[in-house]
Structure formats: C-alpha cells, structure tokens
C-alpha cells in the first residue's frame, strides 16, 4: 500500500532556496512607491474546542517571501531611497514553552537560517514597528489578522495626520498589499514547478490507491483514509479537506460528510489534492465503484472527458482565461443537445444558464499555487486575463444530476450520476503541459484498476 504505483515519489524536489526569496523581496520592494513599508502577518493559530488547537498552516504570503512556517511572526520589507532592508519579527528563546511546544529558532539563527537582514522578538515589535512606521511614507498592510499590529498602524497614521504637516515624517498613505503581491505570485518559478508537479505525483498516486482497493459498500470516509493516508505516507498533507461522494452525494459539489456507502452500481466522485512546502495539487476523478461503468455513467463521463480535453486544448499562450471554459462548455451543451437533456434549439442558447447550467453550475478554471484557489486577477479592466507561461490553472467540467434536487425534472436513467474530472495545467512556452497527467482518467484504465488489489 502507499508504494507510488512507478510514480518517484522519493525525492522531494528543493524548497525554495534563499536566493530565490530574496529575489522576491526585491522585486515587491521595486514594484511598490519609494520610503514604502510592507507588512506580512502570519497566520494566527486557531482554537478546534477547548485547549485543542487546529493543526496550524503559515500564511501563503509568508512563505512566498521568508519561507517561514512558524505562528506568531511578522514580516517588514522597507524600500528607502531605493534600498531593501528586511525585519522578521518572531517568538524569543523560552525553554517553560519550548518543553510543551517544541524547539524554537532564535534570533541569530533565524538571520542565519532566513532570507532576512534582522530578526526581533514578537513581544518588542510595538516600539520597533512604531519607529520603522515613522520613517515610511507608505504602508502596505492587510487588516484583520493582529490586533496589535493593527493598532500600531493606526496610531502611528492618527499621529502622523497632527504632525506630518510640521515634521515631515511618518506614514500618510495605507494601501492594500494584496494586489501587488497577487501579480508576483501568479507566475511560477521553477522551483515552484518542480514542486506543483511533485504534489500532483502524490495525489495521483493517492487516487490511484483508492481506486484499487475499491469495494462495493466501501463507505466513504474509508475511500478518504486510503488517499490522506497516502498523503501523509509520502510527506505531504491534504490542501482542502477531501470531497469523497458516493452516489447522489457527488450531485453535491462541496459534499463534506464523507459518511455514507458508496454502493454497488453506484459512482464515487474524490476531489483531493496534497500539498508540499504550501504548493497545491488538486485532482477530481469520478469512477464506479464496482469497476465498471453502466451504459448511461459511460455516455456522460466520456461527454465530460470530451469537454475536458477540449478545455486543455485551450490552455496555450494568447489565449483567454475564460477560452477553456467556452470550449467546455460548448462540448458539454451539444453533448447534452444530442441526448435530449437539453432543447436549444441553438448551440448558443443551450449553453445559457437556464439549460446547461442546470447540469454545470460552476466555471472550469481557477488558479493554483501557494493556495489551492490562489491569487491572481482573472479579468483584468473587465477583460478575460491572457495566458502565460508559468501560469498554473485547474481544468474541472463536469455534470451533475441530482436526484434530490426538487427543481429539475430528470430522467431516471441519468437521475444519481454526478461527474467531475479535474487536472492541473501549467502554461508552457508551446502550449501546456498537465501536471496532473499521472492520475487515470479514461473508461478503459479506470476499468482496469478498481478493484485489482481490493
């Protein structure tokens, strides 16, 4: 179990190196406007129940820039007369603490270790973030995340609006830093390639896992186990919390209970993917859980395969985000025209909400990175965003005829089918290249392997 299935899943490609980091900051400190201060707050940690704490996840923006991974730190780029200087400010050395909690690193080894120029303690950063404020025109702060960092900013503002006029000092502007960091992290380094497609090895493997040990009346937090198992096997763990829907669950596209028998006959649609170092795969592949499609699963998983494959075809340079989604959608309406679903009568109006819509209620695409649903503008002046290479988009049709759903009237035979298959795809130079493509999606190889080691 968990043995890759020819995949290498043994080397885990380099995080980002120092030097990679680094350049990040610099090119942040050269977009946003000179005598700029620019604030990145960690993650806070977060209560489950009583003294339970969630398992704790770093900001993507924190890893993006300092790769650091740790609660309780802040980050500070300042851009003064065109120099770069970098502050992380982190927990001190506590040995009462460090017994329950773990090792921390301390000052000097996080100045060693880090992509920065100095390192405080948290418990120091009102005076010391006070006085980096006050020699900064601009500041880039997202709100919300620490109510003291929060605090210091708008006091050192308040302050500035009674004496900037006479001193000369202080910030005058707040400005969001979300867009500007969002432009930066859309394309992909290689590095960040490299580990995108390693993720996206781990989660075909883990799909792979589950289709073989599939079983009629196999429940679906069994099917979960089998693929977060695998994740954690291999050293990743999930990046959304596994959608495992059986049946008329798979009609449901956020399905989060994951408690009910997949039962014989019946199609288990996962969508799951694993992260490494924060970089994302996710992977939807929908299968019948006895090993073998009915006429009527067939006819609408092929349509679906279609629709993708067509939607990938239009995963090149120069194209439009919204182009892989037209060209889904426009398989998805004839397909469905063809089989009577839907009336038309023309190809255009089949493809309307009213009528596909009702089977395909959400867009094909979103980006991935750092964040499974990751930043980036996708219509830019209310115009659909050109692709380019080192880009990073999912590619996920599917249909879904809900049995449960009182306001459609569906025929018996496609009544309970739900399908979604979705893959990873970079922008290449030439074209795209899907990082995904190790996970089986066709009726024949899906056929072959469910059920071969259960």
Known sequence: MFEGHGLDLSQTPDHPTIDELRSRQLKIANVVENDSLLIIVNNPESIRSADVEYPYRASSDMLYFVGWSKPDAVFCISNRGGEMKSLLFIPPRDTLKETWTGLRIGLDEATNQFPIDRAESIEDITDILASELEKSTNVYHQRG?????????????????????????????????????????????????????????????????????????????????????????????????????????????????????????????IDAGCEIAGYASDITRTWPINGKFTEAQAILYQLVLDSQMAAISMCKPGATFDDPHNAAKKVLAQGLLDLGIISGPTLEEAMSSEQLGTYFMHRTSHWIGLDVHDVGVYAPDDTPRILESGMVLTIEPGLYFGAWRPDVDIDEKWAGIGIRIEDDVLITENGCDVLSDDCPKTIADLESIIGSAA
Not at 168 to 176: H, V
Not at 233 to 256: C, E, F, K, M, R
Request: aromatic share 6%; with cysteine.
């Open 145 to 269: 995340l620490s109510d003291i960092v929060d605090r210091v900013v708008d006091d050192a503002l308040l302050e500035t609006s009674r004496m900037r006029q006479r001193t000369g000092f202080g910030p005058a502007n707040l400005c969001d830093p979300r867009p500007v960091i969002a432009e930066l992290r859309l394309m992909k380094s290689e590095t960040e390639i490299a580990l995108m497609r390693h993720s996206c090895r781990i989660g075909s493997a883990a799909h792979i896992e589950s289709m073989q040990q599939a079983f009629s009346g196999m429940a679906e937090y069994q099917i979960q186990a089998v693929i977060e198992g695998c994740f954690i096997h291999n050293g990743s763990q999930w990046s959304y919390p596994s959608i495992v829907g059986g049946g008329d669950n798979a009609t449901i596209l956020h399905y989060n209970e994951n408690n009910s028998p997949v039962n014989d006959g019946e199609l288990v649609l």
